[in-house]
């Protein structure tokens, strides 16, 4: 596979999410009248561009892993702390333009409105998906259970039907794997129906080091059994605009939920930390998705734009997430941090910020053969 093969698709899928995420917070932006000056996928030196009626910079630049909206009269990310004196230097009515003088709802709105755009967009895509492809639900009935496996240890049985897996209904034998994978406790609950009665039985996974549907190196907790669809058969139906929208957002909250767990599982001690990947991992496995077809590429876009909309949404300076941090602190005080405070956190958020991208960067270059 060439490298063209994964770079186009990665450069496709990274301005679709960062456009929509930079487009949550141009559009309560312009709802509630603040001034904008530069909407820009990508960074450095621009590529080619525009400017609208409204005086806006729409462009596209070198460095397409990231993008920025620029309010009108900010000079840096202390100007909240500067409000005095950024008031000064503007007349009345441009001074109804600029981000610093809008109540504190509407800030925290237009700061939150670039994550909210990527959970939408994530059931937007997946609604689309289950209402023109469909969804699967297809029982997961147990075909195999291997001997001396955790899944024969604790009871399980051959015919044995999926009922749940820790308290997480399972209406897709398309379910069960990941369910299980997501598990962040040391042993697994999970629900059967044995003919007519329903039984739980509490299994311990065992972890193996093995390859995805991709090619790609991963480790997996397996139980020790073999789901095969009821008489063979699947179960996919297209729904109807309602139920599509609920289990999309159901998707999407699960995805939010499990990754959360995931990160809180690291800081514990007890996560892999060779799952967690950069720019370069995201981009293979973009490229190899994208040779599957449309809905494949639709499928990981909304998967990245949750995880971009997630990501933003941690209490980090420099991220979303940390602006409301900021903005509760106000609310809190009744005002805003003063400059050299706020610089003090945005230098910890540049640090934790540079030692995740050196980190998932070697993770990246070790799951391509580099180290």
């Not at 400017?51 to 892993?65: A, E, V, Y």
């Not at 009345?92 to 109540?103: A, G, R």
């Not at 639900?137 to 820790?166: H, M, R």
């Not at 610089?343 to 070790?366: H, P, Q, W, Y």
Request: glycine share 8%.
């Amino acid at each position: 596979m060439g490298t063209l093969s994964f770079i186009l698709p990665f450069i496709f899928l990274i301005t679709i999410v960062v456009f929509v995420h930079e487009y949550g917070h141009y559009y309560f932006a312009k709802r509630y009248q603040v001034g904008i000056t530069d909407f820009s996928i990508g960074f450095g030196r621009e590529l080619f561009g525009f400017n609208d009626k409204s005086g806006t910079r729409w462009k596209f630049c070198i460095l397409p892993l990231g993008g920025y909206v620029k309010f009108f009269g900010d000079r840096n990310v202390f100007s909240q702390s500067e409000q005095l004196e950024l008031l000064k230097k503007y007349k009345e009515s441009d001074q109804k333009k600029l981000f610093v003088t809008k109540p504190l709802y509407q800030r925290s709105l237009i700061v939150a409105g670039g994550p909210l755009a990527n959970f939408l967009l994530a059931i937007v895509i997946f609604s689309f998906i289950y209402m023109f492809v469909g969804k699967d639900f297809t029982p997961a009935k147990i075909e195999e259970v291997q001997k001396d496996s955790p899944a024969y240890v604790s009871g399980l049985k051959k015919n044995d039907i999926i009922l749940s897996i820790n308290d997480n209904t399972i209406k897709s034998i398309t379910e069960v794997a990941p369910y299980i994978n997501a598990t962040t406790t040391d042993k697994i609950v999970l629900k059967v129906l044995r003919k007519y009665e329903e039984i739980e039985f509490s299994i311990k996974p065992n972890f193996i080091d093995t390859e995805d549907s991709l090619g790609n190196k991963v480790r997996k907790k397996i139980i020790g059994v073999k789901i095969m669809p009821m008489n063979n058969e699947f179960n996919k139906e297209k729904l109807g605009p309602s139920k599509a929208i609920f289990y999309a957002v159901k998707e999407t909250w699960f995805v939010t939920k499990t990754s959360l767990k995931f990160i809180v599982s690291i800081f514990k001690g007890k996560g892999d930390t060779s799952q967690l990947g950069g720019p370069i991992k995201i981009a293979k496995i973009t490229g190899q998705v994208a040779q599957y077809g449309f809905i494949a590429f639709l499928s990981i876009t909304a998967y990245i734009s949750i995880s971009l909309g997630l990501i933003n949404l941690f209490p980090i300076p420099l991220l979303d997430g940390g602006h409301l941090m900021f903005y509760a602190i106000e609310k809190i005080l009744g005002r805003p941090l003063n400059k050299k405070t706020q610089e003090g956190f945005f230098r910890i958020g540049l640090f934790l910020l540079f030692s995740l991208m050196f980190f998932t960067t070697f993770n990246d270059l070790k799951d391509i053969g580099v180290f």
